[in-house]
């Protein structure tokens, strides 16, 4: 049974691109169910482009590169599951991969049987070398059926990118995640590109078929594949926390092997992560913020959580300070309500107490603040207004 939350894990493209290997994926699956990432919930690992040898075998399959993987496809499949971890793999709607691997094209089938016989949970299905004559829709459909007709549970993750209109397709696939944007880049410009980009298409997104907006940067430090500039650890916290607030998958990118104290800190933040894997899966909605705006504004969004808590995050992308408010009226808790907020701070989980009709507060360049928030009855006792810190 795959399930309805968005995705956690691991993937290899952002920091070691073509530069794959068994050694590599056992290390990772080693310090994933070791370091806390599993109790976290990341738990695939996907190995991404660049896998397989440049031809299919004599029976048409798909061949894992004997130098990379020596023992082949199911050893370290099998290595992946002995950590309690879940197996995913890559592979394209074209006559080739973005790499220039083979792709699945007209052998949709034959692929999902393959991948199945090894033991994959997940594929993530690309988009190069499209023959520009067949809808995408078609192809993806294909390999949706493909996957469901292959005797194993493989978790379906579209990545054409956002083109084609895809939000308006994909659900019917059979895709559990679909990429709603371009590559995301180690840089701030990229964050800010991709959220801002999301904006429109976050009615799309739903339990069961999230909105990827690509996998983290998180603790990538300018380094790898995609490594343009890399960010600071505040616009990381920021970059995650978005991610978290909007339901997009978690998949993280770094070398976790090499992870800082700060990387660490981030990606396991679990009050954060329990707002993304929320089982109810509702999307944000908008109170500060316009898809017609500058990417360098500041956006608040609040989502109702399973059990009553709201969850408001504040976000400035600008490189200016910014004095966001939040007026609970906005949110439904007005005066008739007979209901206060109790507010808890999630990016440093500390209490603030309990806040009435309003709070305001402040926010450095490029960072941001998340509030778990519990409704209570209105007594006559809280805070001011301002939340420092
Ligand atoms: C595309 C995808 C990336 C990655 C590469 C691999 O660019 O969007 O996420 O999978 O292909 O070649």
Redesign the pocket.
């Known amino acids: 049974m795959i399930k309805l939350t968005p995705p956690m894990g691991w993937n290899s ?1 952002n920091t070691f691109g073509s530069e794959i290997d068994e050694k590599l994926i056992m290390e990772t699956a080693d310090v994933m169910a070791e370091s806390g990432l599993l109790e976290c919930g990341y738990d695939y690992l996907v190995i ?3 896998w397989s040898l440049r031809k299919r075998d004599e029976n048409y399959k798909l061949v894992p590169d004997p130098e990379k993987f020596p023992h082949g496809m199911k050893y370290v499949a099998d290595y992946v599951h002995s950590k309690g971890l879940k197996f995913g793999m ?1 592979s394209c709607d074209g006559y080739k ?3 220039g691997f083979p792709s699945s094209y007209q052998y949709e089938f034959i692929d999902a049987e393959t991948f199945a016989s090894w033991g994959v949970d997940y594929l ?1 299905y ?1 988009n ?1 070398y499209k023959p520009v004559t067949v809808p995408g829709k078609l192809l993806y459909h294909k390999m949706g059926l493909a996957l469901e007709n292959c005797g194993r549970d493989i978790m379906f993750s579209a ?1 054409n ?1 956002g083109v084609e209109n895809v939000q308006e397709w994909i659900k019917e696939t059979g895709a559990h995640l679909w ?1 709603s944007t ?2 995301i880049h180690d840089n701030w410009e990229s964050i800010k590109d991709l959220t801002h980009q999301q904006i429109a298409l976050q009615p799309y997104n739903g339990l069961g078929c999230f909105n990827d907006m ?2 983290l940067v998180v603790g990538m430090n300018g380094k790898g594949n995609v490594g343009f500039g890399g960010c600071t650890y505040d616009e990381y916290r920021t970059h995650f926390a978005l991610w978290c607030l909007l339901n997009s998958p978690l998949m993280i990118g770094c070398d976790i092997r090499i992870m800082t104290p700060e990387t660490k800190a981030i990606l396991m933040n679990k009050e954060l992560i329990a707002i993304n894997q929320d089982p109810a899966g509702r999307q944000p909605c908008m109170l500060m913020g316009s898809k017609d705006g500058p990417k360098e504004q500041t956006y608040v969004w609040y989502k109702h959580l399973e059990g009553g808590d709201l969850a408001i995050g504040l976000f400035n992308m600008s490189d200016n300070p910014s004095y966001p408010w939040v007026g609970f009226e906005q949110l439904g808790v007005d005066h008739t309500s007979g209901k206060d907020l109790k507010i808890r701070d999630v990016m440093n989980q500390r209490d603030l107490g309990i806040y009435h009709d309003m709070f305001s507060t402040g926010l450095e360049p490029h960072c941001c603040k998340v509030f778990r928030c519990t409704l209570v009855p209105a007594d006559g006792n809280y805070n001011i207004s301002f939340i420092n810190g």
């Open positions: 493209w991404d482009d660049c890559y991969t973005c790499a993530k690309d190069c990545c990118w990429r371009g590559d690509d996998m």
